[in-house]
């Protein structure tokens, strides 16, 4: 593929996700779940150019303190990092949030989402997946519109 049309490719998914953004419901309340420091304040730095300035973004290092702020007030989206240290996967905190009464979206973020893996995630309950190599404005807002395309489909 040449530069020129990569390029092409890029700026017609960030037109399309521009449109979607506008489609987009008012969000205030995220909750990140990632272990690692630089990729959760990359994410939120994102979010923040998306939604603006006035929306509330948490993050929670561990799952445990995923659930403390799950049960201290509910979020509206949830980022969840696919691998956490020291070994819990979305695998297993997925079901752990559900089961603390979280209902919401999820959006795994991963830096191995193939399509068994998305399938597996998708089966859990995870509303849509990020591949970390694709972590953009772009390519969030094309999640973020697939992701309240099917909440307001159900």
């Keep these: 593929m040449t530069h020129a049309k990569a390029g092409g490719e890029f700026l017609a998914r960030r037109d399309k996700a521009t449109v979607a953004q506008l489609a987009l419901p008012e969000i205030s309340n995220v909750l990140i779940i990632e272990d690692e420091t630089f990729d959760a304040d990359r994410l939120r730095a994102t979010l923040h150019v998306i939604f603006g300035r006035r929306l509330s973004v948490r993050r929670a290092a561990t799952i445990g303190s995923a659930l403390d702020y799950v049960l201290e007030q509910q979020p509206e989206l949830v980022f969840l990092d696919d691998y956490l240290k020291p070994n819990d996967t979305a695998t297993l905190t997925i079901p752990f949030l559900r089961r603390a009464g979280y209902t919401g979206p999820i959006v795994v973020v991963s830096g191995a989402i193939d399509r068994k893996r998305r399938a597996e995630l998708k089966t859990l309950g995870a509303s ?9 404005s772009v390519r969030i807002q094309e999640a973020l519109a697939t992701v309240f395309a099917q909440v307001t489909a159900a």
């Design 128 to 136: 849509e997946c990020i591949h970390k190599d694709d972590l953009d």
